[in-house]
């Protein structure tokens, strides 16, 4: 099964800050990546896929990018909202799996 | 718009059966992939299972495999998760989601989830 590490696990930021999220494959996936935010007491939302491609309606201050094994996940300029946990998940293959997720806290 | 709800959460004793059902909404059930996805408490999120809409395609995670079932009843727009031979382990809100209609593997949608305890 391909594993996915994300760094940090937890990240403290201010708003304003350009803050970037590591996600690494234990194989290959070609861009075949997702991620999603998640706050607490909700469902996570989907927010990239195909590594680099902004689900509608997200906005433009998330950006995606990566290809192989290694992807970030970059929020251009933090904003209150945006405190959240952020997990990534590969779909290289019929067997998916989520990396461990980062929180970003507010600093 | 497209709306998930699950139900049948509870709390079980371990080893024992548990079904899950998620009803549909807001979209033409049939033409997606739909997905299981639990997260146990304080953790991260764990992908479970999906299904296509046409039920040629089932995969299962190898934490769940042998244990739990998924199915869905395209005339009743639901989509089910029979749990069988239930641990401790197992204990975690499960999600119901559909795919993004980018990928059957990309979840859009997300349902409210529901608690299951697994517990003596």
């Known amino acids: 099964d391909i594993q996915m590490t994300q760094s940090p696990s937890t990240l403290s930021a201010s708003v304003g800050d350009r803050v970037t999220i590591t996600c690494r494959a234990s194989?290959?996936?070609?861009?075949?990546l997702a991620w999603y935010q998640q706050k607490p007491g909700k469902a996570p939302k989907l927010l990239i896929y195909?590594?680099?491609i902004v689900e509608s309606g997200v906005p433009s201050r998330f950006s995606g990018s990566g290809s192989g094994t290694e992807f970030t996940l970059t929020i251009g300029s933090l904003q209150p909202d945006d405190f959240a946990t952020y997990y990534c998940?590969?779909?290289?293959?019929?067997?998916?799996?989520f990396g461990g997720g980062t929180k970003v806290e507010i600093e | 718009q497209v709306h998930l709800v699950e139900s049948g959460g509870t709390l079980v004793e371990p080893g024992g059966s548990l079904r899950l059902s998620c009803a549909a909404s807001g979209f033409t059930f049939s033409d997606f992939y739909m997905g299981w996805i639990r997260q146990a408490p304080g953790k991260g999120l764990e992908w479970i299972s999906y299904i296509s809409g046409s039920v040629t395609t089932i995969k299962y995670a190898e934490s769940v495999r042998g244990r739990f079932t998924i199915s869905r009843d395209n005339a009743k727009n639901s989509l089910y998760l029979q749990m069988d031979s239930l641990r401790v382990e197992d204990t975690a809100v499960y999600f119901c989601?559909?795919?993004?209609?980018?990928?059957?593997?990309?979840?859009?949608?997300w349902g409210q989830g529901t608690l299951v305890t697994v517990s003596s």
């Open positions: 989601a559909r795919d993004s209609g980018y990928s059957g593997y990309v979840f859009g949608n």
């Open positions: 998940q590969h779909y290289y293959g019929y067997f998916l799996s």
């Open positions: 194989q290959s996936i070609s861009k075949w």
């Open positions: 195909e590594a680099s």
